[in-house]
Nanobody, 127 residues
Framework: QVQLVESGGGLVQAGGSLRLSCAASGRTFGGYSVGWFRQAPGKEREFVAAIRWSGGTTYYADSLKGRFTISRDNAKNTVSLQMNILKPEDTAVYYC????????????????????WGQGTQVTVSS
């Protein structure tokens, strides 16, 4: 069992940056690929980014490439999401998720690919 806890959310002005962290408890992230998703009010949960455990390959939603960066710190047992040049439309609850399964790249964008989810952290971008 993996418990995931997100942190780092908050209120930021448009153009600003935030760094979200996902920490695992109960076990290490070793062997788990981790993804970030977000859900805005009234919208479906959407894929943001993922990092594969084996090899550290990263995947991004096309619309977010260049602004968001996912990374992993094995020593701290965390996965981070650096978000730059934030826009009001980035406002959402951000969730991290983990899976022990090995998928092809596009499958990491599916919510059903993940076994464990955090409770989410709110990100609000003001205009």
């Amino acid at each position: 069992q993996v418990q995931l806890v997100e942190s780092g959310g908050g209120l930021v002005q448009a153009g600003g940056s935030l760094r979200l962290s996902c920490a695992a408890s109960g076990r290490t992230f070793g062997g788990y690929s981790v993804g970030w998703f977000r859900q805005a009010p009234g919208k479906e949960r959407e894929f943001v980014a993922a990092i594969r455990w084996s090899g550290g390959t990263t995947y991004y939603a096309d619309s977010l490439k260049g602004r968001f960066t996912i990374s992993r710190d094995n020593a701290k047992n965390t996965v981070s999401l650096q978000m730059n040049i934030l826009k009001p439309e980035d406002t959402a609850v951000y969730y991290c998720a983990a899976t022990p399964q090995y998928y092809s790249g596009s499958d990491y964008g599916r919510t059903g690919a993940y076994h464990y989810w955090g409770q989410g952290t709110q990100v609000t971008v003001s205009s």
